[in-house]
């Protein structure tokens, strides 16, 4: 039989408790991914489509600037029939005006942005005309209905719609009003 070794009485014996070692991060989430993984496959099986792309992220707020909208406009904004090229036309107005609510375009800058004829935009932009969305300042700028959209605090729009009051009430938008088709 062996002989445990003897320690000297100058060195005392040295205890090591081990714990259970927690299984690598890595591996975790790997087996995650991995049956992750095979769940999108078993969708491409279906029909659907497979990315590398990273997921994607909840909408957040871009920029630093505040749209102010009237809400009843916009709410009424499908009794005006406008087209499509209109919506695009005014959408691309509302998000790109300055303090003044000029928008610096010209047709032929917004047809090449929309890839669609310069006329399609003229009819568009002469929609929104009609309806006192937007009217031309001079070429190449146009204003938006500052009482529509705006895009800065509330002092500086209180003060462009004291300075444009003549303009403004020579430029109403008016909400259509709509028959109901089953009362005629």
């Given at each position: 039989m062996a002989q445990p070794l003897r320690?000297?009485?100058?060195?005392?014996?040295?205890?090591?408790?081990?714990?259970?070692?927690?299984?690598?991060?890595?591996?975790?989430n790997g087996m995650e991914s991995a049956q992750q993984l095979l769940l999108r496959f078993e969708e491409l099986i279906d029909g659907g489509t497979f990315t590398k792309d990273a997921p994607r992220r909840p909408y957040v707020f871009y920029g630093t600037q505040h749209l102010s909208m009237s809400q009843v406009i916009e709410d009424n904004l499908w009794?005006?029939?406008?087209?499509?090229?209109?919506?695009?036309?005014?959408?691309?107005?509302k998000t790109n005006h300055d303090a003044e609510a000029l928008v610096e375009m010209t047709q032929s800058e917004l047809a090449g942005k929309f890839g669609v004829s310069q006329s399609k935009v003229s009819r568009a932009i002469t929609q929104l005309s009609h309806h006192n969305f937007t009217w031309k300042e001079r070429r190449g700028v146009y204003r938006l209905h500052p009482l529509y959209a705006y895009r800065w605090g509330s002092i500086k729009q209180r003060r462009l719609v004291r300075s444009l009051e003549k303009v403004l009430l020579a430029h109403e938008i008016v909400i259509p009003t709509v028959r109901n088709e089953a009362t005629r």
């Open positions: 320690r000297s009485a100058q060195a005392p014996a040295k205890t090591f408790r081990l714990a259970p070692a927690p299984p690598p991060s890595d591996a975790v009794k005006f029939k406008l087209s499509g090229m209109s919506r695009d036309v005014l959408d691309h107005m």
